[in-house]
Every structure is written in structure tokens, then in C-alpha cells.
């Protein structure tokens, strides 16, 4: 199976270099039903967009609204546009609106040239700004789809961007070519028959039957075709419950070290043990790499440590709703995991004031981000945790000061609970014990997948970015995992990786966000592996990631994927991302050398530009 990404960049590539002399950074795709976008880096998918649910600003809504008009979409269309003097002044607003504003505007007697030039602009800020939404355009620009036989739409593009928009010879059907080219590599490459139907579709035999999916609240509109006995569905907005589990045939050469870790964190926790007290930890947060740590301490000291469940839909949205002035998703959802907590009833809720990391680097900072430091804060001060506020421990932690200022500041917050000075002490002892251990345990298997890696000669993917979204299943829809179960790829996550031992004072001389040094630390690590390559997994409103982002190429020298998540439960945008981005890393075509250059064409002609 091919994504309709990997299909337009193959298709677009291979048209610019046999026919244009040139390669594109940049594919605008408006179709007839949806559009895409979709950013390269030296061949690489980078980055990708498609429409959501609207169509206004694709092919249908423009033939319609032309239609209305008694307007040819064919030529007449651009060409009035072209020679207007004064298109209107549409927006991007949705179909609806705009089918209104349009008559609106006829009935005030705006000529066809300004009416038709107006909907040429509007077609160009709906992709902009819903599309597009602030992403980097590059300077090659490749207008492709049904929309860009429309001379007038590349025209408002160009105007409006300032840029030059090269609408490729094919346009409306670059995709199918990409897919043709594709299909044709692997048949040469595998030497397999091939399965194609023909193109008489009347004599293949086959049924359609359509019906709604009602296993979450998305309830999709589905499509179930079945030729010859054989099922495909079109149409779902996730990857868990239509689609194939193991889409390609390669296995992963190093073990799950996604799997390990989680069993490692989690290794010592015993919810059902005795204990003189509860102590809640919200499964959220720096909790994801301190859990060793804390619950050793705590047990230590006698205590029955209670973790909240594993972020998911529930927990998000109770958190969004609890908490105020809106921040990134992980503080949102920590609120949901403090309220479960609650509902749990347990005796003390542990919220720490987490000020900065321990760090070999000790010349610059090394902060968590001020929504991780001031989380008890902000929970105390929230309206539905007033009443609990006095069950919550947060004594603020400096850990780059080293264990004897831990242990001072511990100390003062547990024997106000009338623990004694030295069982405070000891416990400090085998938690610093218990963390190191768990760490060595990583970095032991980081060494031996690497090694595996470069004797195999197989690609890596090493995910970078925080703890509690790599680890978060429930964060970031577990796409670690379905990398590894659909796709056969190698994962690392970063912390598998000697992150400690790497400088990157050539990259950032003052990057003081612990997470920031570490994550340009695994892009150092990658620049040393021709076959690693990154994904960073982020969420929207994250300050630190947007600033930390910029300094990933440099430091890996090679281009990268990030994933922004937003709490919505749909991964299939997320898995058609990383499909193309693998695809494009030559991850998934096993039966090549490894690389796009396999189909990538020598040939080169002239230049096509609007
Ligand atoms: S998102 Fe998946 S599970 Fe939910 S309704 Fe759509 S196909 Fe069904
Ligand atoms: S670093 Fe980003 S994701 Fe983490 S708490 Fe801060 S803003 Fe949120």
C-alpha cells in the first residue's frame, strides 16, 4: 500500500527532474475533493497537511460556484479572472458563507471578471490559511491536481506569495503517475506478477457496501469494497480498526525498546502493597522518567504509591476542562490525572516543584519549562481542587544541586509528616540507587541496538523529544509502537542513547531547557549514522519544542519529521505522515538498495511556470 503523499512527491520529483530541470521544496495538491501540502528537504517529506472536513478552497466548490454563474470551468473561468480590475473580496469563509457572499455580491452588479477573480483569491487564502496554517514554503513551488489547470488560481497563488508557482506538465494526474512509478520499482525490484485488474472496470467483480462506523464518536462514514473476496475500506480517520496491522514484510532487527522501558519504569510498582498511607503520582509529566525514583523513595518510607490510569480521551477532556488559560495538552491532561487521583481518594497527592535537572554540563541551565515547575501551583490554585489543596506535597527541587540538597529539602517537607531524619535519608539513598540503575538498564540497551543496527546495516528511527509524550501511549496515539508493529522499523527512543557524553555547545552555547540539550544531543548522535534518522514528537503550544526545533538539522545535518499532537484521537493523519516520511528514507521499500534515488529519473528538460 502506497500513501497518496509518497504518490504526489514520487510523481512530482519525477516529472521536475525528466521534464523541468528542477526539484521542489514546496507541492501545493488541490484536488476536486481535498487538498494537500506537502514540504521537502532534499527529496525528503518533511512535513504534510491535508484539508479537514470543508471544502471550500478545492476543485467541487469552485466548478459549483461557476456553475451558479453559468460560467465554463474550463477556460472561461481563468480567463475572466485574469482580466479582472477589481476582484471581490470573498475570505476564506466555509462553502455556505461563501455561496451567500458570492449572490450578495452579483446582486450589488460585480462584473464576472471581479467575481471570478475574487473566488481565485479566496480558493488561494482557504489553502493558505487552512491548509498551509503558517507551515514553511519553500522556493520551489510545485502547483499540482485538477485545480491547477486553472490558470487564474496559480496566478493569485503567485501574487499573493510573491513566489514564482510552477504548475508541472500532468498536473491532474501526478499522483497516479508516482503511484504507476512506485508499483513499477517494486515489480522490477521483486519480480513478482502483477496483480493489476485492468482498466475495464465493468468485467472485475465486485460489491460495495457502506456503513457507519460506531466504535468511537467519530462515527466515520465507511466504504467497504470487496473484489474477488478480498476487502478494502476507504474512508475511516484512524489506523486501530480497518486497516491492516502488518503493512510491510520487514521485521525489526533490535528488540522493543519502547516495551523495556515501560517495563523497567514501571518494574517496582505494587498499587496493591500495604502501606501506612496513599500517595498519589499523576502518570504524567517527569514522572515518565523519574517513577523509579519517586516510588522507591516513597515505599521506602512505608508509604502504598497509587498511579493515575494511562492518559486517554476521558482524561484529556476532563483535564481540558478543569484547567484554565489554556496551555500545551501535557499540563491539560496532568489535571485529569490529578482529578483521578482525587477520585481515588488517596492521602496525599505528590506534585513536585521540579526547578532543573541534574546535568554533567554544569557551565549552563538546565530548567524544566515554567509550566513543569509551576504545575502545583497552578493545580492549587485551580477552583475544583481548593478543597484538596492541603493534600498536596510540593517541595521544590533543584536536582542539578545534587543529593545532599534533595535530601535537605525532602527532609523539611516529610518530617513535617513526622518521618524520622535518618529513614528520610535512606530512602533518598535507594531512590538515587534505584534511578541510576534504571538508567544504566537503558543506556546498556541503547549500546547493543546500535551495535545490531550498524551491523545490519538496517534504517533507525530514533524518536527525540519529552518523556511524556515519547512514553505516553495515550499522548501520542502510541505511534512509537506502530512504527515498530506496522511498518517493521527500528525505534529508539532517545534516551536509549549516551545523551550525557555528548557537547553541544557547536549547536546552542546556552541551551538551558534540560529536555533542549538532550534532544539536540540524540540529533549529534544521529549525524553519526548515516541510517538514523529522526522523529520528534511535540504538542501544539509547546514554546520550548517550537525554539529547540530550529537547531535539529544543524545538529543532525539531516532533515527530520515532527508530530504535533493535539489530544484528538485520530491517528491516521499522523500514521500517512510517517508512512511518507519513512517511505521517502527508503524505510519501507525493502526491496530497494534503501533510497529514493532507486526510482529518482536523470533525465531533463525544459521549465513549465505561471
Ligand atoms: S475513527 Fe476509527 S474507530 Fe472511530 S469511528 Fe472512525 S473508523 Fe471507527
Ligand atoms: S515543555 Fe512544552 S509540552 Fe512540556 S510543559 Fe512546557 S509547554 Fe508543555
Known amino acids: 500500500i502506497k500513501d497518496e503523499i509518497t504518490a504526489h512527491k514520487t510523481g512530482a520529483e519525477f516529472l521536475a527532474r525528466t521534464m523541468l530541470n528542477t526539484e521542489p521544496d514546496t507541492i501545493f495538491e488541490i484536488g476536486g475533493q481535498d487538498s494537500k501540502f506537502i514540504s521537502l528537504q532534499n527529496g525528503v517529506v518533511v512535513d504534510f497537511a491535508m484539508n479537514e472536513a470543508c471544502a471550500a478552497g478545492t476543485g467541487s466548490f469552485l466548478e459549483e460556484r461557476a456553475e451558479e454563474l453559468g460560467i465554463s470551468i474550463k477556460e472561461e473561468f481563468a480567463n475572466l479572472a485574469l482580466s479582472s480590475r477589481s476582484p471581490v473580496k470573498l475570505g476564506e469563509r466555509c462553502t455556505v458563507f461563501m455561496q451567500q457572499d458570492v449572490a450578495t455580491f452579483q446582486q450589488r452588479g460585480a462584473s464576472r471578471e471581479d467575481l471570478t477573480a475574487g473566488l481565485a483569491y479566496s480558493i488561494v487564502y482557504n489553502y493558505l490559511n487552512r491548509v498551509v496554517r503558517g507551515r514553511k514554503i ?14 487564474a488560481i496559480a496566478s493569485a497563488f503567485a501574487r499573493v506569495l510573491d513566489k514564482e508557482i510552477i504548475v508541472p506538465p500532468y498536473n491532474g494526474v501526478v499522483g497516479a503517475v508516482g503511484a504507476a ?22 468485467k472485475v467483480n465486485y460489491h460495495l457496501r457502506e456503513f457507519t462506523c460506531k466504535a468511537c464518536s467519530n462515527f466515520c462514514h465507511m466504504q467497504e469494497f470487496t473484489v474477488d473476496g478480498e476487502k478494502t475500506y476507504w474512508g475511516d480517520q484512524c489506523s486501530d480498526k480497518f486497516r491492516r496491522k502488518q503493512q510491510s514484510e520487514q521485521k525489526p532487527v533490535i528488540p522493543d525498546l519502547l516495551k523495556l522501558r515501560r517495563e523497567l519504569l514501571f518494574a517496582e510498582y505494587e498499587p496493591d502493597v500495604q502501606g501506612k498511607a496513599t500517595i498519589g503520582l499523576p502518570r504524567a509529566l517527569y514522572v515518565y522518567e523519574q517513577f523509579p525514583f519517586w516510588n522507591t523513595f516513597f515505599r521506602h518510607l512505608g508509604y502504598r504509591v497509587v498511579l493515575s490510569e494511562e492518559t486517554n480521551h476521558r482524561l484529556i477532556r476532563s483535564g481540558t476542562e478543569i484547567s484554565v488559560a489554556e496551555p500545551c495538552l501535557p499540563i491539560q491532561a496532568y489535571h485529569g490525572h490529578v482529578k483521578e487521583l482525587v477520585d481515588k481518594q488517596v492521602n496525599w497527592i505528590f506534585i513536585p516543584n521540579t526547578i532543573n535537572a541534574e546535568t554533567p554540563f554544569k557551565e549552563v541551565n538546565s530548567y524544566y519549562c515554567p509550566w513543569g515547575q509551576t504545575i502545583p501551583f497552578v493545580i492549587k490554585n485551580s477552583e475544583v481542587f481548593a478543597s484538596i489543596s492541603e493534600k498536596i506535597l510540593s517541595p521544590s527541587l533543584r536536582f542539578r544541586d545534587g543529593k545532599n540538597a534533595i535530601a535537605h529539602v525532602l527532609m523539611k517537607t516529610f518530617r513535617s509528616l513526622g518521618e524520622n531524619k535518618k529513614n528520610i535519608l535512606r530512602a533518598v539513598d535507594a531512590a538515587y540507587l534505584a534511578q541510576n540503575a534504571f538508567q544504566h538498564t537503558l543506556q546498556k540497551a541503547g549500546e547493543r541496538a546500535l551495535r545490531m543496527l ?3 546495516g538496517k534504517i533507525g528511527i530514533v524518536l527525540v523529544g519529552r518523556p511524556y509524550n515519547i512514553y505516553d501511549r495515550g499522548m501520542t496515539l502510541d505511534i512509537g509502537n506502530k512504527l515498530r508493529d506496522y511498518y517493521g522499523i527500528n525505534v529508539i527512543p532517545m534516551d536509549f542513547l549516551p545523551l550525557d557524553s555528548v557537547d553541544i555547545s557547536d549547536v546552542n552555547m546556552n541551551m538551558y531547557w534540560n529536555y533542549g ?22 504538542n501544539f503550544k509547546c514554546g520550548p519544542d517550537s525554539y529547540i526545533k530550529h537547531y535539529i ?10 508530530l504535533q499532537f493535539d489530544g484528538h484521537g485520530n491517528d491516521a493523519g499522523y500514521i500517512t505522515r510517517c508512512e511518507a516520511y519513512l517511505d521517502s528514507k527508503g524505510a519501507l521499500r525493502v526491496w530497494t538498495s534503501g533510497s529514493d534515488e532507486a526510482i529518482r529519473p536523470k533525465k531533463i528538460k525544459s521549465v513549465v511556470t505561471v
Open 138 to 151: 519553500g522556493e520551489v513551488i510545485f502547483f499540482q491536481g485538477g485545480t491547477a489547470y486553472n490558470n
Open 181 to 202: 512509478l512506485l508499483a513499477k520499482e517494486k515489480m522490477l525490484a521483486t519480480r513478482n506478477v502483477t496483480k493489476f485488474r485492468g482498466f475495464s472496470l465493468e
Open 454 to 456: 550498524r551491523e545490519s
Open 517 to 538: 540539550r538532550k534532544i539536540i544531543a540524540a540529533a549529534k548522535i544521529v549525524s553519526q549514522f548515516e541510517r538514523l534518522h529522526i522523529i520528534y514528537l511535540t
Open 553 to 562: 538539522t544543524r545538529a543532525s545535518g539531516k532533515p527530520f519529521l515532527t
